[in-house]
């Protein structure tokens, strides 16, 4: 039997599969066995650009040299990779004060 999914109208999960998702949801970071999922290399990321809808605003920021030059020797997108990276850390950071 295939599925086919509409995401204009998403199935909702039972109350067994909302249970399930909320233990996973309460497992602390640390106990989660991530053995089984390999390592994503920098040629998956190279490849594998995140897809945005919101514009992004200009901005002057100060970076260290060091720090700058790093990105930038990855080559083109440094830019979208500092992006990345900072985005990655909100995300981290709101987690953690939920």
């Keep these: ?3 086919k999914l509409d995401p204009k109208r998403p199935t909702q ?6 249970k399930r998702l909320q233990a996973v949801a309460d497992k602390p970071d640390a106990d989660i066995d991530y053995r089984d999922i390999p ?3 920098p040629e998956f990321w190279a ?8 514009p992004k605003a200009q901005v002057t ?4 040299r060091e720090v700058l030059d790093y990105f930038k ?6 830019q979208t990779r500092i992006n990345d ?4 850390f909100v995300a981290a950071h709101n987690d953690a004060h939920r």
């Design 13 to 18: 999960p039972t109350a067994a599969q909302r």
């Design 47 to 54: 490849a594998h650009r995140p897809v945005r809808s919101e």
């Design 73 to 78: 020797s990855g080559g083109t997108g440094y």
């Design 39 to 41: 390592a994503l290399s």
């Design 85 to 88: 990276v900072l985005r990655s």
């Design 61 to 64: 920021l100060r970076i260290d």
């Design 1 to 3: 039997m295939k599925h």
